[in-house]
């Protein structure tokens, strides 16, 4: 079974450039989330998706960031512009949406520097 | 809103000695626990969880937790360690009501040799 892929794996940019991720889930995972980890800390939730709906994007800048998930399968999260404190692993993980909990899959991320 | 902590950043620790990685996380009536492997330049890796049960959870690789509500910890265990542990480990709580998964800031294993 394929993994959750991700691309670029890596990307340099500088300040208020624009850059964008590309995350593509499990094979029949309804929900996709996208996860933000600055160097010496854990994940941190930006947005989740179940199909093509947002579920939770509470802490998403959405001054700055953008996701979407049009057909309800791979997701593309943006930011516009950047920033020197968004230097960081953008991690995108999917899960089946059955029962009280559902196993979260991650891909192996792209770590974004911002210059 | 709930919180996790782990309270050691990084654990030296020499082959086939035993390991605990210490998690805590904030009150709750309800949770689920778990714990998450990062090798370098990979994603997250499930080792193991807790819903519901027995207290002792088992996962991969040798590795097991314990659920203690009283004192609201969730600390892993292994009883040998390998060069191949080496990677940084993550605490993760979910909420019984709760959508989102919250991480701890990781700990970082190096096994010695």
């Known amino acids: 079974e394929a993994g959750v892929a991700q691309s670029p794996r890596y990307k340099i940019i500088e300040k208020r450039q624009s850059v964008a991720f590309w995350c593509n889930p499990i094979?029949?995972?309804?929900?996709l989330y996208w996860y933000q980890q600055i160097l010496g800390q854990g994940p941190k939730l930006l947005i989740q998706f179940q199909n093509n709906g947002v579920v939770d994007d509470s802490q998403l800048p959405k001054d700055r960031f953008s996701a979407e998930r049009l057909k309800g399968v791979d997701s593309t999260l943006k930011i516009q512009p950047a920033k020197l404190e968004d230097s960081a692993v953008y991690l995108c993980?999917?899960?089946?949406?059955?029962?009280?909990?559902?196993?979260?899959?991650f891909g192996p991320g792209t770590r974004l520097t911002v210059l | 809103a709930q919180s996790v902590t782990q309270l050691d950043s990084q654990v030296p620790v020499f082959e086939e000695a035993p390991v605990e990685l210490r998690c805590n996380y904030s009150?709750?009536?309800?949770?689920?626990l778990f714990w998450y492997v990062q090798y370098p330049n990979q994603g997250l890796q499930l080792l193991l969880k807790?819903?519901?049960?027995?207290?002792l959870v088992k996962g991969i690789n040798g590795f097991e937790a314990e659920f203690n509500k009283s004192q609201t910890s969730f600390h892993l265990r292994k009883p040998s360690v390998h060069i191949s542990d080496t990677a940084e480990y993550f605490c993760?709580?979910?909420?019984?009501?709760?959508?989102?998964?919250?991480f701890g800031s990781g700990t970082q294993l190096t096994v010695l040799p």
């Open positions: 993760a709580v979910r909420d019984g009501s709760a959508r989102q998964l919250t």
């Open positions: 807790y819903l519901s049960g027995s207290t």
């Open positions: 009150s709750s009536v309800s949770v689920y």
């Open positions: 094979s029949g995972h309804a929900t």
């Open positions: 993980a999917s899960s089946f949406l059955t029962g009280d909990y559902n196993e979260q899959f």
